[in-house]
DNA sequence: CATGAATGAGCATTCATTCAT
DNA sequence: TATGAATGAATGCTCATTCAT
């Protein structure tokens, strides 16, 4: 390819363009409001800017605009790095992961891919299983090899590091997420958040620091 | 034709008709494996086994039989009486509501309505808190009362009652609940619930038992 | 069969039960408000006081308890006796008649006959037809008749007596009818009614009445 | 493969569009025929020739599908200039008034709107009202100038002019509209229409002319 | 005869998807 | 590539009609 002045502008055709990244901002905000079934692809293309026919130039359907857009979820989430030192002493760690994790949880659209991943997941089994994974079981291991780290280092003593880990995270949200979820109080501040990952941390630690 | 008297009048049209139950019961179906909007009201007929008009003589729409079942599940739900017996040992009670609370929560169909409502409530807030207000903070009360009766009787020493009640309740839940939900792992076990229950009295007791 | 007692009450089957009527009454109403499309079987039913059954008791269905409605009301519109005494004076009696049908023609209902029969009779010929020849021609066939009287009695010089009858109604309903009937002025009052009538009336002799 | 550059860009979308006119066409003849009510979209989009989708793209609804062509048919019939010349004889312009007025009014559709109009009246009145003023109201007020014009040039001598304008509307429908549009007579002919016409001149001026 | 529960065809309307430009 | 007009199947809902009681 010599000519330097196209006939005609060559679509990359990539996976990253623009356009695409537009689309699925658009899209994320429509299907997290409103949920897989009540996001309307004609609402997408508004929120997106763009014509409903481009919609269908990226992505084959609605199907699999969803699923890209919750795999780039995925990724997004799974990719926040809490600050675990396995160094860091367990009460300062724990304190400070609590606190970032519930922060995440709960910020306004957190809710919302967690709540739209979980309505779709008996349709749609795979998207849910590899939220799952991606998402909480990957957030779970990365806690669990922390614990792991500080059993090594003599400071705690537990078992069943996965299970310790997620006993640990659904402690930081008891009376936050649910309620939350369930639109039945509004997103917790941070005086809440506080208080509970300090009660989650006293009671983790009164079971499984080790004994002098 | 012996007599033209019949033995019996059959009640018409109550609320708690038969037919009334037939198509809440199969709408209840159609509903939770496909939520609100994945559920037609034609498939809901066809379940129910009823025609698309009958449904309209029972329900004023949609909308109305969606909340009835969701009210129905909440009553049904809020009602399951735990054996919370308030002069009993904190260690085997706790261990038997777990088990009871994480039969409950598993159950084939009771992760469905938990998913449906969760998936709908924003854009149904009143579904959404009135299934939270009734069932969780409900059975989250009850739980919390108990507490209370032992600290009371000096076994337990605990200041935040609802956050001691719903720790546990939610530490019965690690590891099993969500990946159930989210499709990725079938439903749990006896011997599984067992496990975490387990785990989760010890952690809460070495947490909250009185210091001799 | 020769019992007098008979197990069960035999229906009259006649067509002036009281019955029939309390239907009718009711349709009428439902109607004339609605128009034949607007109105449903089960406002009929609720507004005659009976089940929707019972109306298929008494007419074959919704088309035919129409028409013997716009029957009865050509019937009872036709009975309506002007008086038209051949003796009287042309002035006196074109101008009581003129008050009279006016009078039944801007009557509250009697606009909503004319307008569901009219909006009909492109679907129901039949129906429009008969409304017309019983009830306008039959009514301009009477004037058409007093007309000749006063024609042989020499007061009046006519050449078209049905067209010189159709010529002074419709000057009667000039400015009143058509605004009331398209919703655009509210029903005339009697001093309206009487105003163009009078006018009528004076148009009406200028041209028709003999010259000495 | 000649040329990539049509010669001409094909406006779309306009409210003006042809195909926006083709279903006002189509569904002009469906709502005509059968009335607001008895008018089905599906029945017309197929008179129309499109789908029944494309309906809604160029109407909100059917209700505004049906006031947008209520309302052109208002601008048509409004729109027809009657030759009403203010210096010319009243015998010569009423007589040549009249007949193209019953033209109109009697031509094959001209009666379906006002039969389709008159029938939704009670329901929409806007509608009604509308076209009351629009073409009934607006043609007797261009009439009623015109009388004013022949009073002033002592031709005739009327008090009330509306009035006046609506007598000779009226008598100039003289057994011709009436059962025309019961359905009980066919569209009359030039004939009848003539002769109707010209006793409805003789009346009036026997009425109206200026006595020498 | 009178009822009203039940039906299913039909309604207005929406929406994912296609395709000519 | 990007468009948006067009589609037609599917939706929630209504209603004339039937029928067991």
Redesign the pocket.
């Known amino acids: 390819m010599v000519s330097s002045i196209p006939l005609a ?1 060559v ?1 990359t ?1 990539e996976d990253d ?1 623009a ?1 695409r990244h537009q689309i699925m901002d658009g899209a994320r905000r429509v299907f997290m409001d409103l949920g897989f079934d009540g ?4 609402e997408i293309a508004r929120a997106a800017g ?9 992505f084959a ?3 699999s605009l969803f699923e890209s857009i919750v795999e780039r979820e995925c990724l997004r989430q799974g990719k926040v790095s809490f600050n675990l030192d396995p160094a860091g002493a367990a009460e300062t760690v724990l304190r400070d992961f609590g606190r970032a994790y519930m922060e995440i949880v709960c910020r306004p659209d957190g809710g919302s891919a967690v709540r739209t991943v979980m309505a779709i997941a008996e349709r749609m089994p795979d998207v849910g299983r590899r939220f799952y994974d991606r998402v909480i079981a990957h957030t779970n291991q990365r806690l669990a090899d922390y614990l792991r780290a500080r059993v090594k280092a003599k400071e705690l003593v537990i078992d069943d590091y996965e299970l310790a880990a997620m006993q640990f995270m659904l402690m930081c949200q008891a009376t936050l997420f649910q309620p939350y979820i369930f639109q039945a109080k509004p997103v917790p501040t941070s005086e809440q958040v506080a208080a509970v990952v300090d009660s989650a941390v006293r009671l983790f630690l009164a079971g499984y620091r080790a004994k002098p």
Chains 1, 2, 3, 4 share one sequence.
């Not at 996001?39 to 004609?42: K, L, P, T």
């Not at 763009?50 to 990226?58: A, D, H, Q, R």
């Open positions: 502008i679509p055709g363009s356009k996001a309307s692809m004609n763009v014509s409903k026919g481009t919609l269908y130039v990226y359907d609605k199907h």
